[in-house]
């Protein structure tokens, strides 16, 4: 059997998916009966970050931990990935010392890269191009909260950036409808919306995409990366902040996410995030849950290998 890894949604199968969001929910309320499952006893999680992280980092970390198995923060400033060891060696010696790696980075590449030199199952913990970990925290999320997201109309506004990428393929793996509002020059890659345009539709406005939307979604205007660029940034998206004028545009009982960190009085209002059908606090708790899932459907695949 392959040797599986989490480099994009696409990774695991729509049913697959479905399961894991199942699990996970489950997982949660284990948790919170503080029942101890502890199945993986002296597996180690290696974590390489290139990029920062408040949620990524503490619930990968607590989850292996929770799991009773261990996790290792590896930063490329001092490790010898900074110093330009090639991935190739980097993964074939870190892969076989630890049980599963975790890597946040710039170029999808290095996480396809890393994958294909490794023993041990890689999870993308967000590259320039996907963000598959926020996806299952976020649709288990809207699970929760609403039930079953097929036939669902979801509104994306904001950069056509990794987040959006992977809601790109959330819609098609999961059956909902996205409706994208992106400032020109800020739209997703057309071959994304080329390949997913069944369940993918770019509109000409904020307003246009959360007229009757089920799930409002939005995350910064200058990703990790793009610093640089936030000035200029802030005059494109000017007119695609998520506002409570915006929500009174979609059904009543529709939701509102953001994978946060987020920027008040930016890509959001200033009190968004205490809009009473903003669940950002459960989506940001979801990650612990839905990434446990994720770590127990690698390592058990692993273990049949
Ligand atoms: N949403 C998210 O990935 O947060 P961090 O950057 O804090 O990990
Ligand atoms: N698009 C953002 C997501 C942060 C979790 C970034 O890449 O910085």
Redesign the pocket.
């Known amino acids: 059997m392959a040797l599986r890894h989490f480099l994009t949604l696409r990774d695991l199968t729509p049913f697959e998916f479905k399961q894991l969001l199942a699990r996970a929910t489950e997982l949660k309320q284990l948790h919170r009966k503080s029942e101890a499952y502890q199945p993986f006893v002296g597996k180690v999680l290696g974590m390489i970050f290139e990029?920062s992280s408040t949620?990524?980092r503490i619930s990968f970390e607590a989850g292996m931990c929770q799991f009773g198995g261990d996790a290792i923060f590896l930063s490329p400033r001092d490790t010898q990935l900074g110093r330009g060891e090639p991935i190739e060696d980097s993964a074939r010696v870190i892969s076989r010392m630890l049980d599963i790696i975790m890597i946040r980075t710039f170029g999808h590449d290095i996480v396809e890269k890393f994958a294909e030199y490794s023993s041990v199952p890689i999870i993308n913990g967000?590259t320039?191009d996907h963000?598959p970990c926020?996806l299952l925290a976020d649709m288990q999320t809207y699970f929760e909260h609403r039930g079953d997201i097929e036939g669902k109309t979801v509104a994306w506004i904001g950069?056509g950036?990794?987040?959006c990428n992977s809601y790109m393929e959330a819609a098609q793996m999961l059956g909902f409808k996205l409706r994208i509002s992106s400032p020109e020059g800020y739209t997703p890659n057309p071959k994304f919306l080329a390949e997913f345009a069944d369940h993918v539709e770019l509109v000409n406005s904020p307003e246009a995409a959360a007229k009757d939307a089920d799930l409002i979604v939005t995350?910064?205007w200058a990703?990790?990366?793009q610093e640089e660029e936030q000035k200029l940034r802030e005059k494109a998206f000017a007119n695609y902040q998520v506002n409570e004028a915006l929500m009174q545009l979609a059904h009543s009982d529709c939701l509102f996410m953001h994978?946060?960190?987020a920027h008040r009085g930016e890509e959001i209002s200033e009190n968004m995030l205490d809009h009473p059908n903003a669940v950002v606090w459960d989506e940001a708790e979801n990650r612990l849950h839905a990434q446990k899932a994720l770590v127990e459907f690698l390592l058990n695949e692993h273990s049949k290998k």
């Open positions: 990029k949620r990524t967000l320039d963000h926020q950069d950036n990794n987040m995350d910064v990703s990790m990366g994978c946060l960190p």
